[in-house]
């Protein structure tokens, strides 16, 4: 999975950034005309697979990954190349999905880059600079079918199709908003539209904001999000950011003195998982425990090819218990014996938390 994280210069996209990644990258109190895009790898924190792990005792733990991009800072323009422009938004334009940082917090000596604080102006602003990247690619795409020696069938399609997109972004309706046919979107489909991903909004509070639950225009943004079946989160990143800095032990205190039970990674990496419909199992063993990552609602043979394209070629059947059963039993001999460990076929569905062992014959 890959998460895009954009907004404004100083809204603290790269302190949320190294927040989750932990890759450490300079952060600055300055607008800094950056244009390279910072990217790392975050392990999705997880309690079962601290379990199994302590239970097995394998040779290899890996848990589940989320690769960030963390891009320049937009400004209102970007898209007609003010500020440092947008042509680094390419870097995400593969991304599953994108994460909009946005500044709640006061701070004298990070100055904002409209000079006062409002979240809504804010979100409004980045997402108009989306609408615009959208429609250039949908204008220029129109412009070069339109100029060819032929108009073909599929072209004529897909023109009509652009066309409804480009009313939509002429109107300030991003794409994700729009109710495309499976057809509509089959054309499509080698597009890749920044107001189609889904999208999150993360806030970014300071402390007394974060624990008072209330920031400039909290109820004006919730709104606006509502409306657009948005997720919002609010993270404390600079609190945050120190938290994760210290001694584990020392962790758990500081947490609790901000109100929160867990990190802003497990929030984000949890919020993002239920955006994109995703959930995870597991394989165990001596060799390695391990979290894989699938959609919600696939089948047992597909999850198997997740591991390899053999187990799923092959699949004969799932030997499978819920996390749950074998943490209430303490050992999968004891789960065994209870008969909690059950076979299942090629069609079942894998639940979130499912251990499996797959049978195959290649």
């Not at 701070?107 to 959208?134: F, Q």
Request: charged share 30%; aromatic share 6%.
């Amino acid at each position: 999975m890959e998460i895009g994280l954009v907004g404004l210069p100083m809204v603290g996209k790269t302190t949320i950034f190294n927040l989750v990644t932990n890759a450490g990258v300079e952060t600055s109190n300055y607008q800094t005309g950056k244009t390279e895009t910072n990217v790392s790898m975050a392990k999705v924190p997880d309690k079962r697979i601290d379990f199994l792990s302590d239970l097995y005792k394998p040779k290899k733990t890996t848990y589940a990954q989320i690769q960030f991009s963390d891009v320049p800072g937009l400004v209102q323009g970007a898209s007609q190349g003010k500020g440092v422009g947008n042509q680094f938004l390419d870097s995400i334009r593969n991304s599953d999905l994108l994460v909009h940082v946005v500044r709640a917090f006061s701070d004298p000596d990070v100055l904002h880059a409209d000079g006062s604080i409002d979240p809504l102006r804010d979100v409004e602003t980045i997402n108009m600079e989306l609408l615009l990247t959208d429609l250039d690619l949908v204008e220029k795409r129109i412009e070069r079918i339109k100029g060819g020696k032929k108009i073909t069938k599929e072209a004529a399609a897909e023109l009509e199709v652009l066309g409804k997109l480009k009313d939509a972004l002429e109107n300030e309706v991003s794409l994700r908003q729009l109710n495309l046919s499976d057809s509509e979107q089959e054309i499509l489909q080698n597009y890749s539209f920044f107001t189609e991903k889904p999208l999150m909004i993360a806030v970014n509070t300071d402390e007394e904001q974060f624990k008072a639950g209330d920031y400039p225009r909290r109820q004006d943004l919730e709104a606006w999000a509502a409306e657009r079946e948005t997720r919002l989160i609010e993270v404390c990143g600079q609190a945050e950011m120190e938290i994760a800095q210290l001694p584990e032990e020392d962790r758990e205190l500081f947490m609790e003195d901000l109100g929160i039970q867990e990190s802003g990674v497990d929030r984000l990496a949890r919020a993002a998982f239920d955006k994109l419909g995703l959930m995870a199992f597991f394989t165990v063993g001596e060799d390695e425990v391990r979290a894989w990552t699938i959609k919600k609602e696939t089948v047992a043979r597909k999850a198997a090819g997740k591991i390899h394209n053999d187990l799923e070629r092959g699949f004969i059947r799932a030997e499978v218990i819920h996390f749950d059963d074998l943490k209430a039993s303490g050992s999968m001999a004891a789960a065994k014996d209870k008969g909690l460990v059950r076979l299942e076929g090629k069609e079942y569905v894998v639940k979130d938390g499912d251990i499996l062992n797959i049978r195959f014959n290649v």
